[in-house]
């Protein structure tokens, strides 16, 4: 077989077991991997409550991982999330998915609930048990500095074995499965930690025509200005889109009051470089190196973290923001949920948390002591029990990342329609409305917006399963991929096909949501973004989203997908007539 392994490894933590299973082919080539192998692997799961012992957590990679694929080096961690009650995929770069893909496998699925803290140790021969109670506690660097010498290692902080409903997964190497609460999941089932070493490379079915597609795919990222130029994401990383975005007027700003924040000029892109003078990091085998770390090695925060740590809590302070982040990847918390849960604490108090109360804060929150043990439940839930709950800017409670979507009207519609909650990357208009990638469109119109960001999500979702980085599509383009598929699995992908694989995984993740009570009333903005203004400046006038404009491309987003008029399935056997 090329590509795919065709493998996948069944872990029962409650038993102490595992077990080696073929995947049917059919499956692989329909699903590809990643997002949609995992959705897949789901079908018989979806009902449970996350934190049912039952419930998996899935592990996987794509068939390019493993090859010299630009950007492939990346797995996808699957499940339901405890914080929005919805299907929840993550996917982070790095060596440990090139380990587990060299450990013969395409997925790997976790169920069951251990009797007490436990370490899974997978090498090519066996499977290991490792007791973890002297880990269990610790925060994830010690973790890591205590499992790396067997291999790639993916962990959970106090955050994850707490419960706290936004607790994320991060590997060795500093990437986060961030979103949606999965480290509350492992968490769960006293899983402290998994490590793979696997070292086999997939076999690949035309390695010249694969070569010729792989230096396509490299000569369009060298001409994209978003990757490789002077401004680009190569030079600066993600923060670079901090200016860009108070140009724009759409900086969230003190918990989405307002859509500038004066002072982001401290910590954008040039800010963090003279600052912090960092050096050039990405994903394992990644040519773009759009991650930053300090001249210590530790790592820098990625534009939603600074943006949300900054102009979110009204604070200017690059060093609190930093430190921030450090504090979260060592405790095991996603910082756009954890900065947006601060957030809207502070507006329903009255008082935005200062840049010297937050670390301790966090750490409550990872900890669930004090004031931690409510913020540890999400905006949703807070804001909730404080009774604003109008004051959680979150769609389907999960957190909105740092795009005002009053500054851009995809953006308003794509949060609402994406399966896992208040989610930028599921059709990432961004690129589009914002960074004229591959053609410009108007960003304060919703016309066309629905089909546009049906596409788009049918793209991405194959994106998600091959599994590539969206970066690359900011030089690259389906087409390039899909050749590289072809070269490396034999079988005959077009884009069309990809997009038609998509959609499935698409539909598929919304009939899951849909059966488990998810409809209309879910697909919806907080009120602040209807009826109040952003801040208009510069020439550009942030007015309130058009309410009738919007239901209307919600709507035609429907129809486009063949759902009925609530946003669900009239066909109640859908999911038995997918592959």
Same mark, same amino acid.
């Given at each position: 077989m090329y590509g795919w392994t065709g493998n996948i490894l069944f872990i029962d933590l409650e038993r102490g077991t595992s077990r080696r299973e073929k995947l049917p082919i059919h499956l692989l080539q329909e699903y590809l991997g990643g997002r949609g192998l995992g959705v897949r692997l789901m079908r018989d799961h979806f009902r449970l409550?996350?934190?049912?012992?039952?419930?998996?957590?899935?592990?996987?990679?794509?068939?390019?991982?493993?090859?010299?694929?630009?950007?492939?080096?990346?797995?996808?961690?699957?499940?339901?999330?405890?914080?929005?009650?919805?299907?929840?995929?993550?996917?982070?770069?790095?060596?440990?998915?090139?380990?587990?893909?060299?450990?013969?496998l395409d997925a790997l699925f976790i169920s069951g609930r251990s009797p007490s803290p436990v370490c899974l140790a997978i090498g090519p021969e066996q499977v290991e048990f490792l007791p973890a109670d002297h880990l269990w506690g610790s925060d994830i660097p010690a973790t890591v500095a205590a499992l790396e010498s067997r291999g790639s290692v993916a962990a959970i902080g106090p955050a994850g074995e707490r419960g706290v409903l936004f607790a994320n997964i991060m590997t060795g190497e500093g990437n986060s499965v961030g979103r949606g609460g999965l480290g509350a999941v492992m968490g769960s089932k006293h899983l402290k930690a998994v490590v793979v070493n696997g070292d086999r490379k997939p076999q690949i079915a035309d390695p010249l025509l694969f070569d010729k597609a792989r230096q396509d795919v490299m000569r369009l990222f060298k001409a994209s200005p978003v990757i490789f130029g002077p401004l680009g994401i190569a030079e600066f990383g993600t923060p670079v889109l901090v200016d860009l975005m108070a140009q724009r007027r759409m900086a969230p700003t003190e918990n989405f009051r307002k859509t500038f924040f004066e002072r982001s000029g401290n910590y954008s892109g040039p800010a963090i470089k003279e600052s912090c003078h960092p050096r050039k990091e990405g994903c394992y085998g990644c040519p773009i190196q759009c991650k930053k770390s300090a001249e210590k090695g530790e790592h820098l925060p990625e534009y939603e973290t600074v943006s949300h740590f900054g102009a979110l809590n009204d604070i200017d302070d690059l060093r609190t923001i930093v430190r921030s982040n450090r504090i979260c990847n060592d405790l095991g918390l996603d910082t756009i949920s954890a900065a947006a849960t601060l957030s809207a604490w502070g507006e329903i108090r009255g008082k935005f948390p200062s840049a010297a109360e937050i670390p301790l804060l966090l750490t409550d929150m990872a900890l669930q002591r004090g004031d931690g043990q409510l913020l540890a439940l999400g905006s949703r839930r807070l804001a909730e029990h404080l009774g604003r709950p109008e004051l959680s800017m979150s769609v389907k409670s999960l957190e909105l990342?740092?795009?005002?979507?009053?500054?851009?009207?995809?953006?308003?519609?794509?949060?609402? %329609? *994406?399966?896992? =909650?208040?989610?930028?990357?599921?059709?990432?208009?961004?690129?589009?409305?914002?960074?004229?990638?591959?053609?410009?469109?108007d960003r304060f119109s919703f016309s066309g917006k629905a089909r546009i960001i049906t596409i788009a999500e049918d793209t991405n979702a194959a994106v998600d399963s091959l599994v590539a980085c969206k970066f690359s599509f900011f030089g690259a383009s389906l087409e390039e991929y899909a050749e590289l598929l072809t070269a490396t699995t034999g079988i005959d992908y077009s884009p069309q096909r990809l997009k038609e694989i998509g959609r499935r995984i698409c539909l598929t993740e919304r009939f899951y949501n849909c059966t488990n009570g998810f409809s209309r009333r879910d697909d919806r903005l907080p009120e602040r973004?209807?009826?109040?203004?952003? %801040? *208009?400046?510069? =020439?550009?006038?942030?007015?309130?989203?058009?309410r009738e404009r919007f239901e209307q491309e919600l709507d035609k987003y429907y129809h486009i997908r063949g759902l009925n008029a609530d946003g669900c399935f009239s066909d109640r056997d859908f999911l038995e007539k997918q592959p």
């Amino acid at each position: 077989m090329y590509g795919w392994t065709g493998n996948i490894l069944f872990i029962d933590l409650e038993r102490g077991t595992s077990r080696r299973e073929k995947l049917p082919i059919h499956l692989l080539q329909e699903y590809l991997g990643g997002r949609g192998l995992g959705v897949r692997l789901m079908r018989d799961h979806f009902r449970l409550d996350p934190f049912d012992p039952a419930m998996p957590l899935i592990f996987t990679v794509g068939p390019l991982c493993g090859t010299s694929a630009p950007t492939a080096a990346r797995m996808t961690v699957v499940s339901r999330s405890p914080l929005t009650g919805t299907i929840m995929d993550c996917s982070a770069g790095g060596r440990f998915a090139w380990q587990l893909k060299g450990l013969d496998l395409d997925a790997l699925f976790i169920s069951g609930r251990s009797p007490s803290p436990v370490c899974l140790a997978i090498g090519p021969e066996q499977v290991e048990f490792l007791p973890a109670d002297h880990l269990w506690g610790s925060d994830i660097p010690a973790t890591v500095a205590a499992l790396e010498s067997r291999g790639s290692v993916a962990a959970i902080g106090p955050a994850g074995e707490r419960g706290v409903l936004f607790a994320n997964i991060m590997t060795g190497e500093g990437n986060s499965v961030g979103r949606g609460g999965l480290g509350a999941v492992m968490g769960s089932k006293h899983l402290k930690a998994v490590v793979v070493n696997g070292d086999r490379k997939p076999q690949i079915a035309d390695p010249l025509l694969f070569d010729k597609a792989r230096q396509d795919v490299m000569r369009l990222f060298k001409a994209s200005p978003v990757i490789f130029g002077p401004l680009g994401i190569a030079e600066f990383g993600t923060p670079v889109l901090v200016d860009l975005m108070a140009q724009r007027r759409m900086a969230p700003t003190e918990n989405f009051r307002k859509t500038f924040f004066e002072r982001s000029g401290n910590y954008s892109g040039p800010a963090i470089k003279e600052s912090c003078h960092p050096r050039k990091e990405g994903c394992y085998g990644c040519p773009i190196q759009c991650k930053k770390s300090a001249e210590k090695g530790e790592h820098l925060p990625e534009y939603e973290t600074v943006s949300h740590f900054g102009a979110l809590n009204d604070i200017d302070d690059l060093r609190t923001i930093v430190r921030s982040n450090r504090i979260c990847n060592d405790l095991g918390l996603d910082t756009i949920s954890a900065a947006a849960t601060l957030s809207a604490w502070g507006e329903i108090r009255g008082k935005f948390p200062s840049a010297a109360e937050i670390p301790l804060l966090l750490t409550d929150m990872a900890l669930q002591r004090g004031d931690g043990q409510l913020l540890a439940l999400g905006s949703r839930r807070l804001a909730e029990h404080l009774g604003r709950p109008e004051l959680s800017m979150s769609v389907k409670s999960l957190e909105l990342p740092a795009y005002d979507p009053r500054g851009a009207y995809g953006m308003a519609l794509a949060y609402c %329609t *994406s399966s896992r =909650g208040g989610c930028h990357l599921r059709a990432y208009p961004v690129s589009h409305e914002i960074l004229r990638k591959p053609v410009p469109t108007d960003r304060f119109s919703f016309s066309g917006k629905a089909r546009i960001i049906t596409i788009a999500e049918d793209t991405n979702a194959a994106v998600d399963s091959l599994v590539a980085c969206k970066f690359s599509f900011f030089g690259a383009s389906l087409e390039e991929y899909a050749e590289l598929l072809t070269a490396t699995t034999g079988i005959d992908y077009s884009p069309q096909r990809l997009k038609e694989i998509g959609r499935r995984i698409c539909l598929t993740e919304r009939f899951y949501n849909c059966t488990n009570g998810f409809s209309r009333r879910d697909d919806r903005l907080p009120e602040r973004f209807f009826n109040e203004p952003g %801040t *208009s400046g510069d =020439g550009i006038e942030i007015t309130p989203l058009d309410r009738e404009r919007f239901e209307q491309e919600l709507d035609k987003y429907y129809h486009i997908r063949g759902l009925n008029a609530d946003g669900c399935f009239s066909d109640r056997d859908f999911l038995e007539k997918q592959p």
